[in-house]
């Protein structure tokens, strides 16, 4: 990824990776992506234009194969959802996914998430930011690779509008205390629900691919809904 017109920064959510695509996810990045796909810039968005109305937009980063974006674009079809991944594959599974649900309501982007926050996104523009099942990158040397910090915190608060939410998930003990521990010390956000649960209570949302993997190896479920703290 070309990172020389991006300001330095300690973050990186993700790196790109093209994979190993079908002949139907190619033929959907062809075909699909210029109807749903949005090209990274500089230049911050107009959410309004690019959706064609005006109404609530929620942000999801590292969606997979986009079955459960697409599962909550198509039962919410009064909110915006704007998709971030940089998995290939993924994305041409999500547009078919798209195209089969007939969902208006869904654009994507392939960019770091950082890249989108910082130039993409302007101060308030989203109403819900969703974060589920992070790389937990679990080897020590590794811990500052996780997307949850406090410069990512900053970003998602500017960006948030005033009672938005911040909704998170994962399927590693030590990622949750991690999670935990970053969130109790930050200023910008009230925790208003934590879960754990074995995948019979997520909160708010689909079950994803990478929640069923999690179960599958006998892993736990931790949810939380953060809320944007008022600053007065």
């Avoid at 190619?26 to 992506?33: D, G, I, M």
Wanted: glycine letters at 8%; one cysteine or more; proline letters at 5%.
């Amino acid at each position: 990824m070309d990172t020389k017109d991006t300001p330095k920064r300690s973050i990186r959510s993700f790196v790109r990776r093209t994979g190993r695509l079908t002949p139907s996810q190619e033929k959907a990045l062809a075909e699909l992506w210029p109807g749903v796909g949005v090209e990274f810039s500089e230049r911050t968005l107009n959410l309004d234009e690019l959706f064609g109305r005006r109404a609530p937009v929620v942000l999801e980063i590292g969606f997979g194969n986009g079955e459960s974006l697409v599962l909550q674009a198509a039962s919410q079809p009064e909110t915006n959802f704007l998709g971030l991944e940089v998995h290939d594959p993924g994305v041409g599974h999500c547009l078919l996914k798209a195209r089969d649900a007939g969902v208006r309501n869904l654009r994507l982007i392939t960019r770091d998430a950082i890249d989108v926050l910082t130039h993409q996104l302007g101060p308030k523009s989203l109403s819900r930011v969703n974060l589920y099942f992070p790389d937990p990158w679990p080897k020590k040397r590794h811990h500052k690779r996780r997307i949850v910090q406090h410069e990512f915190l900053a970003l998602i608060a500017d960006r948030l509008c005033d009672g938005g939410t911040l909704n998170i998930a994962t399927d590693w003990a030590a990622y949750a205390e991690h999670i935990d521990e970053v969130l109790e010390s930050s200023q910008r956000f009230i925790c208003r629900e934590r879960r754990e649960h074995d995948g019979d209570r997520p909160l708010n949302r689909p079950e994803t691919k990478f929640e069923r993997r999690g179960l599958d190896r006998g892993h736990r479920i931790w949810d939380w809904c953060f809320e944007l703290r008022t600053i007065s």
